[in-house]
């Protein structure tokens, strides 16, 4: 079973940058399409990004389309999320999540291993 850890979050002003990162242990995510979701007070998880298990495919929230970007290191077991221009609606508990498979899936329930989260939060 593969733990997930996510790293990398804290406050900032709006327009400025964060990267988040996701260590995973107990087995390798090499085979594992990996995603970052976020879920902001009083709403539901919503996708942010995701990227298949070599790298070769992305997808990413309208949202955040052109701001943030996902990358992962199968040799150090890590995925990365780069997190440029934020803004105020960016804050939220930011969660690594991994799914076996090579769909790049943006659905919650597709993805059956997750970390604690990682709270953001950007001041306007």
């Known amino acids: 079973q593969v733990q997930l850890v996510e790293s990398g979050g804290g406050l900032v002003r709006a327009g400025g940058s964060l990267k988040l990162s996701c260590a995973a242990s107990?087995?390798?995510?090499?085979?594992?399409?990996m995603a970052w979701f976020r879920q902001a007070p009083g709403k539901e998880r919503e996708f942010v990004a995701a990227i298949s298990w070599r790298g070769g495919s992305t997808n990413y929230a309208d949202s955040v389309t052109g701001r943030f970007t996902i990358s992962r290191d199968n040799a150090k077991n890590t995925v990365s999320l780069q997190m440029n221009s934020l803004k105020s609606e960016d804050t939220a508990v930011y969660y690594c999540?991994?799914?076996?498979?090579?769909?790049?899936?943006?659905?919650?329930?597709?993805?059956?291993?997750w970390g604690q989260g990682t709270q953001v939060t950007v001041s306007s």
């Open positions: 999540a991994a799914r076996g498979g090579t769909h790049v899936a943006n659905i919650a329930g597709q993805y059956n291993t």
């Open positions: 107990g087995r390798t995510i090499s085979s594992s399409t």
